[in-house]
């Protein structure tokens, strides 16, 4: 059982964040914008239309401090926070090397610390990817979201309640949804016992565990290393380099966790009174995360957004990969909003600053609700058209009004992307094209293309040609055709790199442009590898039997078990469970409550003693000696299948073959 236990932690990462801290490989430097890229940067800084005046007031107004010490350190000594790193270098107008319209947002994000957003109501922004929101009751304080890692938490809050002369606890907690950012940290801002004793309430959203846990697991080794690209693992921090993700700053580098919700929101128009203060909630299940609420304070006139609306527009599919998100009811669920809290006079998110006075925030309101109706209704109107995914995701048509509000740019979604993923939500993958239904392999297909043009130096030819002339779009389908004909090929992945690097000075997404720099880096370097996080225990104990059975079952090396048959009893006496795992035809079939006539093993077990297994690396023997497991028929089965299951490497390639 020990090979379940190394696979099973060094998967369950928080699987979309990995640190950002850690030894690089020999520098290759990043290069210069070019002229084309030069000239396209300037073209957008031409086209750009929104008030700066506004969002930079509305980014700073309330500002109450400073984190003291910019550099925030774990236990061992590490660096979990550096506050300086992006606003050292982002100081006015933005080099070529930057699209300006991220410049202009990402300078916004630099704004960090304590903020007054209303009585009673602040926040501590940019010192994680996430805000946290402190809310005071009438004996403690009530946290929202406590953002990823607990050591900045539990940082981030000493030094508010210092700056606010507070010596109030922490009563209660409120996850806005399932996504790591907002609650992550929840172990640096209250303790676990206070929790089971009832002095702490966590609230959170019907489903949150399920999909908190779920979301991220059963693909979890691609998502981490896909995410390594989205949020720029690996990337230094300067003008080349990151600038920041569009949604907020970056992810600390620290411990996640996870404290299960004591109190579950289940519809629209609950109410809660929590320490004196009335809440208002408002269901928004499957908008920005399957599991996902907002809420009102009728009391100070004052929205919590969560993560539903933000100042950006946001995934409806997200590049690390992820479920494709429902833009119809999303946009529904902020139609809702208007009418429902008509006199709310702030409105502040789990990202981003907040919005004052009431014709604002029904503009921004309004605005937020149109982006996502509209990226709804174009590609299914596109579509209709017999468009396909590929044709929808050039299309460039951006009502007026939308594009003036900065709010509706595409610094974390893009619409090109978020076109497709609504495509993707009602077709799916295929065209419909017979062509393209049966295409050949990537590796494959570019060797055929390269030979094609008459081989490898007349397609880097053509690349090059392509760079010079800034058609990089076209330089980076032929180069990677290139690549991945031959990743030997030390000239093409030069050019390739190049190519992407430019790509990524263009790009007004701060995803897309961590996308395009640390493919760039890792066709100069070989691939990036930060240090695989196993602090996450939490996450193993919050999945439920069948859920585990599944991440083991789809880990299982199906071309060394075709034609074994194996038959396992588990009961778990503890929580009054029987499961059978069914070994035939490569896969593991579990059942909830199936009893085996005759199961070649047959384990009696507690839960705890599972998890033992799964996270301390706890031998059957020794659980046996230990009177924690009982065993009938023969171990060597449950051995042979679980020999079997394979760790997956969470460093494959991406740009080369």
């Known amino acids: 059982m020990k090979t379940i236990h190394r696979t099973l932690i060094a998967s369950l990462i928080a699987t979309a964040f990995i640190p950002h801290t850690f030894a690089q490989q020999q520098d290759v430097a990043p290069k210069p914008a070019t002229q ?91 010192l994680d990817l996430a805000n946290m929101t402190l809310v005071e009751g009438k004996t403690g304080w009530i946290v929202i979201d406590p953002i990823f890692t607990a050591e900045m938490a539990r940082t981030t809050l000493a030094f508010a309640m210092q700056k606010l002369g507070s010596t109030k606890p922490v009563v209660a907690v409120i996850y806005t949804h399932s996504h790591v950012d907002h609650f992550g940290g929840v172990r640096g801002v209250v303790d676990e016992a206070d929790v089971k004793a009832g002095k702490v309430k966590i609230y959170a959203p019907e489903g949150f565990m399920d999909n908190a846990i779920a979301e991220n697991v059963l693909a979890g080794n691609a998502m981490s290393r896909r995410a390594t690209y989205q949020f720029g693992v690996g990337l230094d921090q300067n003008d080349r380099q990151a600038v920041g993700g569009g949604l907020g700053k970056a992810l600390s580098f620290g411990s996640t966790g996870m404290l299960p919700p004591t109190d579950l929101i289940t519809k629209t128009g609950q109410e809660a009174t929590i320490d004196g203060v009335r809440i208002v909630f408002q269901m928004a299940q499957n908008s ?49 909003t208007l009418d429902m809290y008509p006199d709310a006079e702030v409105v502040f998110g789990s990202h981003h600053w907040p919005t004052f006075g009431k014709d604002n925030i029904r503009k921004f309101l309004v605005d937020q609700r149109d982006t996502y109706r509209f990226l709804h209704d174009q590609a299914l109107n596109l579509a209709n058209k017999g468009e396909t995914m590929e044709e929808i995701s050039n299309a460039t048509f951006f009502p007026k009004g939308l594009a003036a509000d900065s709010s509706t740019h595409g610094y974390y979604g893009t619409l090109s992307h978020n076109l497709r993923a609504v495509y993707q939500y009602y077709l799916g993958f295929y065209d419909a094209n017979p062509a393209t239904l049966n295409r050949l392999p990537p590796a494959d297909l570019a060797k055929r293309y390269v030979a094609a043009m008459g ?22 389908e032929v180069g990677n055709r290139i690549v991945f004909a031959n990743p030997r090929n030390t000239a093409a992945k030069a050019l390739q790199a190049d190519t992407l690097e430019q790509l990524g000075y263009q790009s007004e997404a701060g995803t897309w442009r961590n996308a395009y720099l640390v493919g760039a880096r890792e ?25 585990l059975f599944d991440f083991i079952a789809l880990r299982l090396d199906h071309e060394k078990t075709d034609g074994m048959k194996a038959s396992i009893q588990m ?81 494959f390639d991406i740009v080369t073959p």
Request: overall charge neutral; hydrophobic content about 40%; charged content about 25%.
């Open 36 to 126: 084309a890229t030069l000239r396209a940067n300037q073209a957008a800084a031409q086209a750009m239309t929104m008030d700066d005046k506004t969002d930079n007031d509305e980014a700073t107004r309330g500002f109450v401090a400073q984190l003291p010490d910019p550099v925030v350190k774990d236990a061992s000594g590490k660096t979990v926070w550096d506050a300086n790193r992006f606003s050292s270098f982002m100081k006015g107008n933005a080099p070529a090397t930057v699209n300006p319209s991220l410049w202009r947002q990402e300078k916004l994000n630099n704004h960090s610390g304590l903020f007054k957003v209303t009585d009673g109501i602040y926040q501590i922004r940019g």
């Open 288 to 336: 920005e995360a399957p599991s996902e609420m907002m809420f009102y304070f009728p009391d100070k006139k004052t929205l919590c957004a969560s993560e539903v609306i933000s100042k950006t527009m946001h995934n409806l599919y997200t590049i690390r990969g992820a479920k494709v998100r429902d833009a119809l009811s999303w946009s529904k669920y902020i139609n809702s």
């Open 455 to 476: 081989g490898e130096a007349k397609a880097l030819e053509v690349a090059r040609k392509a760079f010079d002339d800034g058609d990089y779009r076209w330089a980076a």
């Open 523 to 547: 066709l100069r370097q070989g691939v990036i590898k930060p240090p695989v996080n196993t602090q996450g225990p939490d996450v193993v104990r919050g999945m439920d039997n069948e859920l």
């Open 571 to 651: 009961e778990f006496t503890d929580l009054k469970e029987t499961w059978a795992l069914e070994l035939s035809n490569s896969v593991l079939n579990n059942t909830k409550g199936r009893v085996l006539k005759n199961p070649d093993v047959k384990l009696t077990l507690t839960r705890p003693a599972f998890l033992a297994m799964l996270l301390q690396g706890k031998k059957l023997p020794e659980l046996v000696q230990a009177e924690m497991v009982a065993v009938d028929g023969d171990p060597k089965v449950l051995a042979s299948v679980f020999a079997n299951v394979e760790t997956f490497d969470p460093y």
